[in-house]
């Protein structure tokens, strides 16, 4: 079982372009959560997608925006990029079924926006 | 809503002395209660969590937490730490509901500095 794996595992972009990160879940997981790890800070949940669809979003601009596909995998995107947009961007999948599941996290993608 | 709070943002100690990691959460509704470790460019791994039942929870590497509903608190203890130790904890509530599997709200950290 490869967990919960992410991509890239860096990447640099300059302020104003946009941004799409990948994540592919752990097997027989359906739901997949993303998170904002800002430098020195714990992760802030951004949304949450279940059967193809935002299900909860934290407190985040419209900028921020993702996708999950048939295969669970999902993408966020993120637009008209800041420096503050600058983080460690987390990965979790879990499963809906049962609700004393865990959440497992993805290596995280390291965005730099200059 | 929920808010947790970690008391400590560095906790320096020696290698194998005990240590404990203070927790406190805030919530108007019930939770699950977690805490995680990330180690240095690393994601978050879980150390233990607590469910229901037993308010002592073992878990991983000699770790454990007691749950305190009384005073909304889970503090994390190792009786003896190793320099593999030396990371990053991360407390986290999820709120009881199904639909929330996925939904964490994470203090803002404690480093556990181990020295020789």
């Known amino acids: 079982d490869a967990g919960v794996t992410q991509s890239p595992t860096h990447l640099i972009k300059t302020r104003g372009q946009q941004v799409t990160l990948r994540c592919s879940p752990k097997?027989?997981?359906?739901?997949v959560s993303w998170y904002q790890q800002a430098l020195g800070q714990g992760p802030q949940f951004i949304f949450q997608?279940?059967?193809?669809?935002?299900?909860q979003r934290g407190n985040f601009p419209d900028r921020f925006s993702g996708h999950q596909f048939p295969n669970y995998s999902s993408e966020l995107n993120v637009n008209a990029l800041l420096l503050g947009d600058s983080a460690l961007y987390l990965c979790?999948?879990?499963?809906?079924?049962?609700?004393?599941?865990?959440?497992?996290f993805g290596q995280g993608t390291r965005l730099t926006v200059v | 809503a929920q808010s947790v709070t970690q008391l400590d943002s560095q906790v320096p100690v020696f290698e194998e002395a005990p240590v404990e990691l203070r927790c406190n959460y805030s919530?108007?509704?019930?939770?699950?209660l977690f805490w995680y470790v990330q180690y240095p460019n690393q994601g978050l791994q879980l150390l233990l969590k607590?469910?229901?039942?037993?308010?002592l929870v073992k878990g991983i590497n000699g770790f454990e937490a007691e749950f305190n509903k009384s005073q909304t608190s889970f503090h994390l203890r190792k009786p003896s730490v190793h320099i593999s130790d030396t990371a990053e904890y991360f407390c986290?509530?999820?709120?009881?509901?199904?639909?929330?599997?996925?939904?964490?709200?994470f203090g803002q950290g404690t480093t556990l500095q181990v020295k020789p």
């Open positions: 979790a999948s879990s499963s809906s079924r049962g609700v004393n599941t865990e959440a497992f």
């Open positions: 986290a509530v999820r709120p009881m509901h199904r639909s929330n599997t996925g939904k964490l709200i």
């Open positions: 097997s027989g997981h359906d739901t």
């Open positions: 607590y469910l229901s039942g037993s308010t």
């Open positions: 919530s108007s509704v019930s939770v699950y």
């Open positions: 997608y279940y059967e193809e669809e935002e299900r």
